[in-house]
């Protein structure tokens, strides 16, 4: 089994990095300064442990990375870019190719049915920060990260069993579940407050916002007839898997929403967090101004290029 990861920015990084020194088979297909640089010195992984720098191929289009039958293709970019993605990996990937969504959201993988028969949802906790090319910083010690996947819309298969099993060996804690998407509902609901990260700053993600923004998504997920796990069931399957350490000395500043005003890329993934909800309430007749306003500024911070935390909680309750 070969696995290409498409998308190697903090998370897509750190699975194919601790994949290939775990000996499993990798290619990275990533694009611009990134790829230019793991072309040219490799992937930096830096960890509570050490940092190494691993020689990974790396290709710029799913053409080049040569696809077999029985070969495995995790998406890892953010939702926003799911459909170039996909638009490009239909033609390289000929039947019997599996395709992993490892990404936020739940959009993804209603994407990828559209033109793959095997697809699989992964929900993703894992503390990842990428903002320079060819470096990923990973803050998690012991577990590295927790991946547990399975079958879209659900079930589980030899596929699910075999890739669940390469990401335990890895250095993650990963199991296969029927109900993949049932949790992965739950982390929607968490990544809520990555929009409140990014135009606020870290400080009003654990306060009143989060909690107008959570509590509009359990109304709009009930109205919608969608029943996540509960917060402890998914509090049990966390435990203390995910230690947080600094690598390098840097403790983890900002989840991926607020690296991506970091970097400056232009484009944020609020219209498939936030965004879901405010669909799902317009729907279902579920108010969410909350998410419909954060929803909205991240995507005007990522257009104008402004920096985390440009409002205060106390100016956009105000909005509110």
């Given at each position: ?299 005007q911070a990522a257009a104008e290029g ?15």
């Open positions: 089994m070969r696995i290409g990861i498409y998308g190697t920015g903090g998370a897509g990084g750190h699975f194919g990095a601790r994949l290939a020194t775990a000996g499993e088979d990798v290619v990275f297909i990533a694009r611009g300064e990134h790829l230019r640089a793991l072309q040219d010195h490799g992937l930096t992984l830096a960890a509570p442990g050490g940092t190494a720098t691993l020689p990974i191929p790396a290709v710029g289009d799913p053409g080049e990375a040569e696809l077999a039958a029985g070969d495995v293709v995790v998406l890892a970019m953010k939702g926003q870019h799911t459909e170039g993605a996909l638009d490009d990996l239909r033609p390289a990937a000929p039947d019997g190719v599996a395709v992993v969504c490892a990404q936020n959201g739940v959009e993804n993988e209603r994407k990828a049915l559209r033109s793959f028969a095997d697809v699989y949802g992964v929900s993703v906790m894992l503390p990842a920060t990428h903002l320079e090319p060819g470096v990923v910083i990973t803050n998690s010690a012991g577990k590295t990260g927790l991946l547990d996947l399975g079958r879209y819309p659900d079930g589980v298969d030899a596929t699910a069993t075999a890739v669940a099993g390469a990401l335990e060996g890895a250095s993650f804690a990963s199991e296969a579940r029927a109900d993949i998407m049932r949790w992965k509902y739950r982390k929607l609901l968490m990544n809520l407050g990555n929009a409140i990260e990014a135009v606020c700053g870290p400080v009003g993600r654990a306060g009143e916002l989060f909690t107008l923004v959570l509590d509009e998504g359990v109304a709009a997920l009930a109205a919608a007839g969608i029943d996540p796990v509960t917060s402890e069931e998914d509090q049990a399957r966390r435990g203390d898997l995910l230690r947080m350490r600094p690598a390098e000395g840097r403790r983890r500043e900002g989840g991926s929403s607020w690296q991506s005003l970091v970097r400056g890329t232009g484009s944020i993934e609020a219209d498939f967090l936030n965004g879901e909800i405010v669909l799902l309430g317009r729907l279902h007749g579920v108010p969410t101004p909350a998410n419909a306003l954060f929803q909205r500024l991240a995507n402004r920096p985390p935390g440009f409002l205060s909680p106390d100016e956009v309750l105000a909005r509110l």
